[in-house]
């Protein structure tokens, strides 16, 4: 049996994930701020196993007792593979360096980099008592690579948790039963993080005219495809630990 620990399924790629691994008979755990009703009538009418906890991830403290009741859920007898998709990031405060308050700054890489480090810890922590396959999907951007004004909050911690991907498969290639950890930069979703980034002051973010003609255009990758495109990518047995993939690449 196959376990999904999914953040972020709220909605956009998230919650399309969570969907695909629920109509293929995964068992699904759910992180996000608020719960989607969505998800939970789609598990009842399926008759999977599914959990979801409502989780401010800015409350980084929180995060380890979470994922050890995470896993409390997990059937040792029957578990194939477990695989954590660290999702969940946001894109605000938007604007060139010296606009921003503490606050902000906080929480923007407490989301989008110490989330995913504290849960990918836990996860390494916990899975390690369980011998089966185990993943790390890390959801990048193009932006880990690509400097944007306006977006050095994003394009940092997007960067930072590809170097989290690298540096930690070096780390688990030296164990007898790693944890496969990958980075994916899906493409440009049409999310509601792509909508934000449409109303956003030209002014604070110059390159927004692109994404305005991306969307007109019609050649944004709907959170369906990129949940295919990733799933797809652990199925297929050619991943390497430490991998940094963009799925319009493949």
Not at 220 to 235: C, H, N, R, T
């Amino acid at each position: 049996m196959r376990y999904f620990i999914i953040t972020g399924t709220s909605s956009g790629l998230g919650e399309a994930m969570a969907e695909l691994a629920m109509k293929s008979h995964y068992k699904v755990f759910c992180i996000s701020r608020k719960i989607n009703l969505k998800l939970k009538d789609i598990a009842t009418e399926m008759k999977t196993g599914f959990w979801y906890f409502e989780q401010d991830l800015t409350e980084t403290a929180k995060i380890p007792s979470l994922i050890n009741q995470v896993f409390s859920f997990i059937d040792p007898s029957v578990v194939t593979e477990i695989t954590l998709i660290n999702n969940a990031g946001v894109v605000e405060p938007v604007g060139p360096l010296g606009t921003f308050n503490e606050e902000e700054i906080v929480n923007h890489v407490n989301i989008n980099l110490t989330a995913p480090l504290v849960l990918s810890n836990q996860f390494v922590l916990e899975s390690g008592k369980f011998n089966c396959k185990k993943n790390i999907v890390n959801i990048s951007s193009g932006a880990a690579s690509n400097p944007y004004y306006g977006w050095s909050l994003y394009c940092s911690t997007k960067a930072g948790l590809d170097m989290v991907t690298r540096s930690v498969g070096i780390e688990q290639s030296e164990i007898n039963s790693p944890v496969n950890i990958i980075s994916v930069a899906p493409g440009v979703v049409d999310t509601g993080m792509q909508e934000k980034i449409r109303n956003i002051d030209p002014a604070l973010f110059p390159m927004k005219d692109k994404f305005v003609k991306l969307h007109e255009e019609q050649r944004l990758v709907s959170p369906e495809d990129a949940a295919k495109g990733i799933f797809q990518l652990l199925e297929s047995g050619n991943i390497i630990n430490g991998q940094i993939t963009d799925l319009r690449k493949i």
